[in-house]
């Protein structure tokens, strides 16, 4: 197999697979792609976004009722992304 034939592959290969690259995707401002497994994972993406955002904030809070709320939004943020994983595992392509 000579040299040009690898690289004819791999571009094929790549291009068959280039919608499922996330950061071509974020370039593209297409987030939500158009299948199930896409908008599943650009909303738990979303989500995981919210949450650091969250403890960076919680870091730097002062008032400890708010650290508290802010750390109970943070578990149930975490409790959802957990309950979407079997879902994205199945919808995964393979």
């Known amino acids: 197999m000579s040299m040009n034939d ?11 697979y280039d919608k499922y690259d996330i950061d071509q995707q974020k370039e593209l401002n297409n987030i939500f792609w158009d299948d199930g497994f896409g908008r599943l994972y650009g909303v738990a993406e979303a989500d995981l976004e919210a949450a650091f ?3 960076e904030m919680v870091s730097r ?3 400890m009722a708010t650290v508290v709320a802010m750390n109970a939004e943070i578990r149930r943020t975490k409790a ?10 199945r919808l995964a392509p393979k």
């Open 80 to 89: 959802r992304l957990l309950e979407k994983l079997p879902k994205l595992r």
């Open 6 to 16: 690898l690289i004819m592959r791999v571009d094929s290969i790549c291009k068959k």
């Open 61 to 63: 809070e002062g008032n």
């Open 53 to 55: 955002q969250k403890l």
